[in-house]
């Protein structure tokens, strides 16, 4: 099994079929059912064991991860070779040229021929232990041969640009963000908590460097690239050899032209010096060696013309202006459309309808606008319809932030989105309301808002794909008890911006009932804690629009909880103080120190503001110190609060 993932994934040379890899895949699996004392840890099918992570722990590396100089032209890349040459004074000396692969770079740690540790580059120093999901990289060996007992690889982790554009199309129907570049995606890909889904993005790694206690291992870089090789590492069949500069160069524009036929991306070429004593002799400058340079390419660009901007709404209610664009030519692909962002972005740009653009493709399919280069004729300036282009509902820009959003809880380009969210498991817990039935309920026209939840019968759900009477049974009853989720849980299920589960309590715990929310004015609404200027805006503004108005209602006439008992905090020597607390305390838990604070009639907010009257700190605190003490807030002790509950 490991020759034949040796053969398909690293040499990519398979000699038996697919289904018949399969097969051996589900015999061995069988075979450690049987005997489960014969698994080890490096068998083909312990790829994806780990457990998920609440984090990554750091690790330092044995040597520093520098990164390379550039050179961005032929000029630049021979004044490089004359530094090299100099330095060396007179003694002959060869290239390697590598592809620059566009990914992020990782050292992985043998020990006895076993995988031990795979940490990523990090700040070059310290980098984060990645083990569990670089053993999901099939390209990236368990277990060698070889004499090294203990050596190290550093290489590239990418992911190969079809990979890359199917997880994009993917997370677009899913209404996740895509990922910019496919080193983007490599790179969260590969610092996943959760294996399985590194696993399952099916990374890449390329071998470049072959290190034995932190210093190259062989007296020639060619040479441990073969050796790489023979010992199962992928190591890309492009790198070549290259005897002087002339012919360093002519391997680079080689390169650049067959840039777009590689199944991966490139950025450049690496050529590193091949003989190490004379890579020691010219040594490191503070950020990186003297005896590799990066040859990066252009970005591939290209002019056209602004015909339109179209504004498309996404499933959060965002709107993003798209560039049309008379249809250009970019490295083997047809580009007609742009995305523009945000309003802010085209402000930068200086862009109008009508202008000649500069257009750059980096990775991804969707290419972006770099510049203006010719002011059009008739220009016309863009601007934000005040109006959403799909429902006409009100179109807000909040303050700090770049995105406009149609507020329209309803709105068709969102509404999905918006049942999910209400119907979610600690907001309104309808159970079995999820992506499935949502889609389908919404397709049909069966939800076109959703107050339409509490209005859904059996005969509709049983016209659905797979639903039997009594799954379909089972939703009604949920829909039914969710009538009595109390007030935060409807306030935090209209899906205002900025109002979560927590503002949405203290809303409810403050005002009593949803009218009260709703007429309040935005001074009003300021009254309570944690709500600031920005959440009363967007509180205000969406009881304001038209649409959303009309689902209150309905959702009021389908007898959701509107009311709730305001609950009165404790009558104390604190009443009236607000507290935050930090560090740790010598002799009581946080949760210990908030009960007696709210039984002395206090109250404990989470972050440090003006409204805060003590940051009781403890040992360790942070930077909630330094904003109280910015903001002149009074800082007091555990012994201090005690006092001031009147305890000692
Ligand atoms: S050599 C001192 N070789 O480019 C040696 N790097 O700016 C440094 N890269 O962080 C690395 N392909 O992530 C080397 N064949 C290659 C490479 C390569 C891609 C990346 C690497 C590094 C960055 C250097």
Same mark, same amino acid.
């Given at each position: ?278 890579? /020691? ?6 950020? =990186?060696?003297?005896?590799? #340079?990066?040859?990066?390419? +252009? &970005? %591939?660009?290209? *002019? ?89 509902? /009100? ?6 932030? =770049?995105?406009?959003?149609? #507020?329209?809880?309803?709105? +068709? &380009? %969102?509404?999905? *989105? ?231």
């Amino acid at each position: 099994m490991r020759r034949h993932e040796h053969l398909y994934y690293v040499l990519d040379q398979p000699e038996i079929s697919d289904a018949e890899y399969d097969a051996s895949m589900r015999r061995l699996r069988e075979l450690e059912a049987e005997h489960p004392e014969l698994v080890t840890a490096d068998s083909p099918t312990q790829r994806v064991g780990g457990k998920p992570r609440e984090g990554f722990v750091k690790v330092r590396h044995s040597s520093a991860m520098l990164s390379l100089d550039n050179a961005l032209n032929e000029g630049e890349l021979r004044d490089f070779d004359r530094r090299v040459r100099d330095l060396l004074a007179g003694e002959p000396y060869q290239y390697v040229a590598e592809l620059k692969l566009d990914g992020l770079s990782m050292a992985a740690h043998y020990e006895d021929g076993r995988l031990r540790l795979a940490i990523t580059r990090g700040d070059g120093r310290v980098g984060e232990d990645v083990t569990e999901n670089a053993r999901t990289i099939r390209a990236l060996p368990l277990r060698v041969s070889g004499k090294l007992p203990r050596f190290e690889v550093r290489g590239e982790v990418i992911m190969l640009t079809k990979n890359f554009q199917q997880l994009n199309a993917d997370r677009e129907t899913q209404g996740l963000p895509r990922y910019a570049n496919p080193r983007n995606s490599a790179a969260g890909s590969l610092r996943m908590l959760e294996p399985s889904i590194t696993a399952s993005r099916q990374l890449d790694f390329f071998a470049y460097l072959l290190l034995v206690d932190g210093k190259p291992y062989s007296m020639s870089h060619w040479e441990s690239l073969l050796l790489l090789q023979e010992m199962g590492f992928k190591v890309n069949p492009k790198n070549r050899c290259c005897p002087d500069v002339g012919e360093l160069f002519a391997f680079c524009q080689e390169m650049e032209s067959r840039r777009d036929s590689l199944p991966y991306e490139i950025d450049g070429v690496v050529a590193k010096v091949d003989s190490i004593a004379q890579q /020691d002799n010219l040594g490191w400058t503070a950020k =990186a060696p003297r005896w590799a #340079i990066a040859f990066k390419f +252009p &970005a %591939r660009q290209e *002019e056209t013309v602004v015909d339109n901007i179209e504004v498309q709404v996404g499933r959060t209610g965002a709107l993003t202006p798209v560039a049309h664009l008379r249809p250009v030519f970019i490295s083997g692909v047809t580009v007609a459309r742009a995305t523009l962002h945000n309003e802010d972005e085209i402000q930068r740009l200086d862009l109008h309808i009508g202008d000649t653009v500069l257009i750059e493709r980096s990775g991804d399919v969707i290419p972006k606008v770099v510049r203006v280069t010719r002011q059009g004729g008739e220009r016309r300036p863009f601007q934000m319809p005040k109006l959403c282009p799909v429902c006409e509902g /009100d179109v807000v820009r909040a303050e700090g932030e =770049a995105a406009s959003r149609c #507020i329209n809880s309803n709105c +068709p &380009a %969102r509404l999905k *989105e918006t049942i999910l969210h209400y119907a979610a498991r600690g907001v309104m817990d309808i159970d079995g309301m999820g992506d499935v039935l949502v889609n389908q309920l919404v397709d049909r026209g069966m939800l076109k808002s959703v107050a339409d939840i509490y209005q859904l019968t059996l005969e509709q759900l049983l016209q659905l794909d797979r639903m039997g009477k009594k799954s379909a049974e089972k939703i009604l009853a949920n829909i039914q008890r969710s009538r009595s989720q109390p007030l935060p849980r409807v306030l935090n299920g209209l899906g205002i911006s900025f109002v979560g589960e927590r503002t949405a309590q203290i809303l409810a715990n403050t005002f009593g009932s949803l009218d009260e929310i709703e007429q309040a004015d935005e001074a009003a609404l300021q009254t309570a804690d944690e709500v600031g200027p920005k959440v009363a805006e967007s509180i205000r503004r969406f009881f304001h629009e038209h649409h959303n108005k009309e689902l209150v209602e309905r959702l009021r006439e389908a007898g959701l909880q509107f009311m709730q008992e305001i609950h009165k905090p404790a009558e104390g020597p604190l009443t009236g103080k607000t507290f935050v607390l930090t560090g740790t305390l010598p002799t009581m838990t946080r949760e210990e120190a908030k009960a007696r604070i709210e039984a002395a009639g206090g109250k404990v907010t989470d972050s440090v503001s003006k409204k805060t009257h003590y940051l009781v700190a403890g040992e360790a605190a942070g930077s909630k110190l330094t904003k109280a003490q910015a903001l002149g807030v009074q800082v007091v002790d555990e012994a201090a609060l005690l006092n001031l509950i009147g305890v000692n």
